[in-house]
Each structure stands twice: as C-alpha cells, then as structure tokens.
C-alpha cells in the first residue's frame, strides 16, 4: 500500500504548488473539498481537504483513507496538516505533520521550516535510505517546499483564469525523506462540476524530477522520470487568487491511480 501511498503522492501531495507576485484578495477564502480515489478504475478510498488562506497566511488539514479493494492496496488512515504564510505570493510553511496508520502499524512525519528552509524532521519509524541513494545535503534543504503546503496554487490578481500562469512552474519538493522537483505545465481547460462548483478546471501536465534520498538507477525512480501520465487539474477557491487540487491522475508501475472531487465547496468572508 505504501506504494500506491507514495506514487499517490506524486500526483496529489506532488501536486501543487506556490507562484507568482502581486498577490492579493480580501478577506479570508475557505474551502471544503472531498475527493473520491480510484486505482485499476476500482474506487479505493476517499480524501478531505480544509484548506483556509488570506493575503497572510494559509493553513490546510486534511485526511486519506483507503482500503484493501486490490490486493497491492491495504487498509491505510493518515492525516495531515501545514501552515505558513505568504511571501511575494509564494507559500512559505512554518510546520507540516502527517499521522498515518496502515493495519496495525502506524507512523507520523515532521517538518519544521524557517524562511523557506527545514530546521528540524522527525519521523517514526525513522527515514532510512537504500544503498546507492544520492545522499540528501544542507542544499537540499534550502528554499523547499512541504508537499502539503504545494496544494496551494496562488497566483497574481491579474493572471486569475490563465493556464499558463496557473500551471507553468517548477516546485522544489521536500517530503521528509526525498528531494524532488516538479515541473508543471499547461495543457487543457474545461468546465467541470461538483457539489458547490461549477466552472473551469486547468490541468497540468507534471514532470518528475528527482534530486536527492532515491536511487537514480532504481526502477520506480526510472520510471517516474520517464512517466508522461502524470497531471492535476486545479479550480477557483471561490472568489480569491487561489487554485487547489480539483482531480489528478497518475501511472505507476502497476496501474494507474486517479482522484476526483464530488465536492468543492468555497466561501469568502
């Protein structure tokens, strides 16, 4: 399960990001989303999202939960929650903590960042590399992003309804144990509906770039560079300059593992 877990991961946790300048909206825009997992086209669990953001600061809590409908997915909870503030637009997180248990092991993650560089890591049970992983460095650590803090998407007030603008970037990822990159980029809009919203949707195409805690001679770490079936699709938080996670779909080695949200709910205040 853990595998599907992480490859999961990569397109939702993976998934989304930080960008631009001249950030601004008024008042507070929260959002309650709820997403529906599929693998092999069998639904395998659900996701939630509480995601609050000003012009300030964010904060985002959320949980996962998926169960044994194939054999390579296990019974597995985990929750999750960041918070941080804005700079130039860019989310910054100040701390990130996952809770996981998986059948009758358990786990948690985490983080703790000061402008934009990790401080401090705990993880239970602890993070353990393979023989011949790039070995993780202080430069690592520096200006990374949580993965939990990259499924906020803010982007400059007059840039609200562009792809270009909402996909085209790279995040510098740092999940705890890996370093990665993440190069979005634009690929198609539609109009998309679920409880609470109706309106467009901007999908990204996503990239895999590993950087440092993998093997780069190892089979998923191969294979997720070579993978050109990775996207997000990313909606409105109602009237603000932010987009979140609206689906995504991912190939890994043993299938492919999808997300959609029935429901998409934002307010302002």
């Known amino acids: 399960m853990m595998t599907f877990f992480k490859s999961s991961a990569i397109a939702f946790s993976m998934v989304l990001g930080a960008a631009s300048t001249n950030f601004a909206q008024a008042g507070e825009a929260r ?3 709820k997403y529906t997992i599929k693998y092999l086209g069998l639904s395998v669990g659900k996701m939630k999202n509480s995601l ?3 012009d300030t600061k964010y904060s985002l809590v959320g ?3 998926t169960n044994a409908v194939v054999a390579i997915v296990a019974n597995t ?3 999750y929650s960041v918070s941080g503030s804005f700079r130039d637009g860019l989310p910054v997180p100040n701390a990130q903590k996952i809770n996981y248990r998986q059948k009758k092991k358990s786990g948690f993650i985490k983080i703790g960042f000061s402008n934009g560089s990790v401080i401090s890591q705990t993880a239970k049970p602890k993070v353990k590399y393979k023989k011949g992983a790039v070995q993780l460095q202080d430069k690592h650590l520096k200006n990374v992003i949580d993965p939990i803090s990259a499924l906020m998407f803010p982007v400059a007030a007059g840039e609200v309804g ?3 603008s909402i996909c085209n970037r790279t995040l510098p990822i740092f999940d705890g144990k890996n370093r990665m990159d993440l190069k979005f980029s634009f690929k198609s809009k539609a109009v998309r509906s679920a409880d609470g919203f109706k309106g467009d949707v901007f999908t990204c195409a996503i990239q895999y770039r ?3 805690g993998m093997r780069m001679g190892g089979k998923s770490t191969k294979f997720m560079k070579a993978n050109r079936e990775l996207e997000l699709s990313l909606a409105r938080v109602g009237q603000s300059n932010v987009y979140a996670l609206f ?3 991912v190939k ?3 299938g492919t593992a999808s997300g959609k949200a029935y429901k998409f709910k934002a307010t302002q205040e």
């Open 52 to 54: 609050r953001v000003n």
């Open 31 to 33: 959002l309650q989303a």
């Open 162 to 164: 562009n792809g270009r």
């Open 77 to 79: 909870k985990a929750q």
């Open 252 to 254: 890994t080695r043993r």
């Open 247 to 249: 689906s995504f779909k």
């Open 63 to 65: 949980t996962i939960q």
């Open 210 to 212: 590993p950087i440092a």
